[in-house]
């Protein structure tokens, strides 16, 4: 079956830890992005990637960063830098950035301790 | 700057009636607009892909349309079911400066009672 899978489904991170989500697609996909969301907020959009090696920053990139090594694989970490990380967090892919539709995983909810 | 309005906040139905949800968005230069399901603790489920230059997308008992000169679009749902309670989400993506971007509505919780 092709989609993308987010491991784990639930994170808890202590203070000061940086801790790292898992983002996988067998769409064959170019584009991939990370979004978080907030109740009462709507999704935000951290960070994308058009094409492996190369990344940019969204809207709320401050205490984030990313890798894109593989076509398939788009791992988010999550850094001490970010004093508010508990949030609900979604990765998305979509074959072209601007015209694509985009397909989204599970999601894995991070909680601070 | 891009905003995406979504009303109402939550919309409660009986099961069997035909309902639209709205959604509204500032800026009419956009390449394309998505709607989604979200369940609770779920992630979002593409519903339907409407591009530009299209009015209008249907996939079942949903239909969806566009007019980007007045910056609105709506999701028919027709002869509603308790399957269909989640929250919609509308969004869209501009052209400009956060190009290929989806920019997101806050969303409609939907509820379909028996």
């Known amino acids: 079956d092709g989609g993308i899978t987010q491991s784990p489904k639930y994170l808890f991170r202590k203070e000061g830890q940086n801790v790292t989500l898992s983002c996988e697609q067998n769409?064959?996909?170019?584009?991939m992005y990370w979004y978080r969301q907030d109740p009462g907020q709507g999704l935000r959009l951290i960070y994308y990637?058009?094409?492996?090696?190369?990344?940019q920053k969204g809207d709320i990139a401050e205490g984030y960063s990313v890798s894109r090594e593989k076509k398939e694989s788009f791992p988010l970490t999550v850094t001490s830098a970010q004093k508010n990380p508990t949030a609900f967090y979604l990765c998305?892919?979509?074959?072209?950035?601007?015209?694509?539709?985009?397909?989204f995983g599970p999601g894995t909810r991070l909680t601070v301790l | 700057k891009q905003e995406v309005t979504q009303i109402p906040a939550a919309l409660s139905v009986p099961e069997g009636e035909n309902l639209v949800l709205n959604c509204s968005f500032t800026?009419?230069?956009?390449?394309?607009l998505q709607w989604f399901r979200q369940d609770p603790g779920k992630g979002l489920t593409s519903l339907l892909l409407?591009?530009?230059?299209?009015r209008e997308q249907t996939s079942g008992r949903l239909n969806a349309s566009l007019d980007k000169s007045s910056g609105r679009s709506t999701l028919y749902i027709a002869a509603s079911q308790p399957g269909d309670s989640a929250t919609y989400l509308c969004?869209?993506?501009?052209?400009?400066?956060?190009?290929?971007?989806?920019?997101f509505g806050k969303g409609t919780k939907l509820s379909v009672k028996p």
């Open positions: 990637s058009q094409i492996v090696n190369d990344f």
């Open positions: 409407i591009q530009s230059s299209q």
């Open positions: 769409l064959n996909h170019d584009a």
């Open positions: 969004a869209v993506i501009n052209y400009g400066g956060s190009q290929g971007n989806l920019i």
């Open positions: 800026d009419s230069a956009i390449y394309n």
């Open positions: 998305a892919s979509s074959i072209a950035r601007e015209r694509g539709e985009q397909f």
